[in-house]
């Protein structure tokens, strides 16, 4: 009796032990992601070489600065397209029987694998595996996107799905929801049996390949409330843990609630490219979503557009980005105290020395990092004002844009942001502490230029 009593008490400390890990376990994407994605500089025609070229030069130049996460965005199951698709998204052709030209490489379960094309070091047997262990073996995180739902060859071939016992994929489907640009899916039902399944069934073998990281596109306009959900659980009972981020925007702010349980990212606008008139809109929307700006959930503003861009599309020639100087200055500062997450667009093979030193800038990827109670405080004549507190501090991060084609001379009372007593202002940009001012702040900027700082008020504490 007492050797029965001893092994349920020791049964009873091992689960209370497992449950307090678990209450104890870090959130995922606890700070912004930040990352490279593919599609801004290659479009839908990444190669493996790039991918890991560019990894090579993350985990060289930017790991150190908290840049992680690499990402192969869409189509990587296609066919390796021809230069004259580079400006459209590859499209699907039914022949007389039915079936889908190209075929495209997919497992017995209608799951899609790698183009060996694209991607020679991957086999239909280990799918993007060797690749995810090339970016680990660099002490980085491997990503990769995907298209909402089930391809339409699925459908076609009626391929099983695993996991449910006497259902493919042909009574899953949604063959009346498709994506306007990319014919390669039907949505899922998920009020079928075995809708579910199919999408644990991806999970199952990303986790397999090692990925940290999905970009769901086609989920956000319209809202697809119940395969968000679907890809959440997938994600949750998959045994490996990853970010997860739906695509591309505008997700609907009522909807602000929702996506918020469900995603660690979610895409405020539609693709964001650089020109100016994008970037102006953005300070909008990044304030219109700051109630859902919480730990472990991020607002997205899109991928950074510096650098070079477009090399194989998908959108203009390719190109260094079109915003000026104070133009890039301001998109990453913007970024940074959103707390948007940071995916870099241009293709850091070629990236020039100011793009590298707009990346590595320390104190300001501290903001987007660190800081908490983020919002902007001021909307006037031009002048963008944003604020963020430092953690465990009465030290603050304040940010001045100055939206107005024209150069502007602005000053601040400080009161007005909150701010008493003698403050020492450091600007992080420039690395430079200008001294301490106690009532008054004054500065000048171009216009679309900005300047971002650190105020120091420890003498008053």
Known sequence: MNKLI????????????????????????????????SYNCFGATVRENEVKANADVMAKKLHQFGWEYIVIDYCW??????????DNPPQFRLPKDGSYVPWLAMDDFGRLLPDQG?????????????????VHGLGLKFGIHLMRGIPRQAVWAKTPVKGAMGIDAS???????????????YGINMD?????EYLNSLFELYAQWGVDFVKIDDLSNPYSTKEIEGYHKAIDVCGREMVFSTSPGATPLNEGSHVEKQANMWRVSGDFWDNWEQLFNMFELANQWTPYRTTGHWPDLDMLQLGRLSRRGPVGNERETRFTKDEQFTHLTLWCIAKSPLMMGGDLTVADSFTVSLLSNEEVLAVNQNSI???????????????????????????????????????IELKELGLKGKLEFRD??????????NRVFTTELNGHACSIYKINSFKNK
């Not at 066919?79 to 004259?84: G, I, K, L, N, V």
């Not at 079928?192 to 579910?196: I, V």
Request: hydrophobic letters at 40%.
């Open 428 to 437: 992080l940009w420039e690395k430079k502490d200008l001294g301490k001012f």
């Open 192 to 196: 079928k049996d075995g809708a579910q």
């Open 6 to 37: 001893t092994v349920r008490f020791l049964f009873l400390l091992l689960i209370c032990g497992v449950a307090q890990a678990q209450n104890n376990k870090q959130p995922l994407a606890v700070s912004p992601p930040m990352g490279w994605n």
């Open 77 to 86: 199951f296609y066919p390796h397209p021809p230069m004259s698709l580079q």
């Open 118 to 134: 694209k991607f020679p070091s991957c086999p239909t047997s280990l799918g993007f595996k060797p690749i995810a262990d090339y």
């Open 171 to 185: 009574m899953i489907a949604d063959t009346t929801s498709t994506c306007g640009w990319l014919n390669s899916m």
């Open 373 to 411: 109670n983020n919002r902007q405080v001021k909307k006037e004549n031009g002048i963008v004002i944003w604020m963020a507190d430092i953690p465990n501090s009465n030290d603050k991060y304040v940010a001045f844009f100055n939206t107005s084609d024209h150069k502007a001379k602005f000053s």
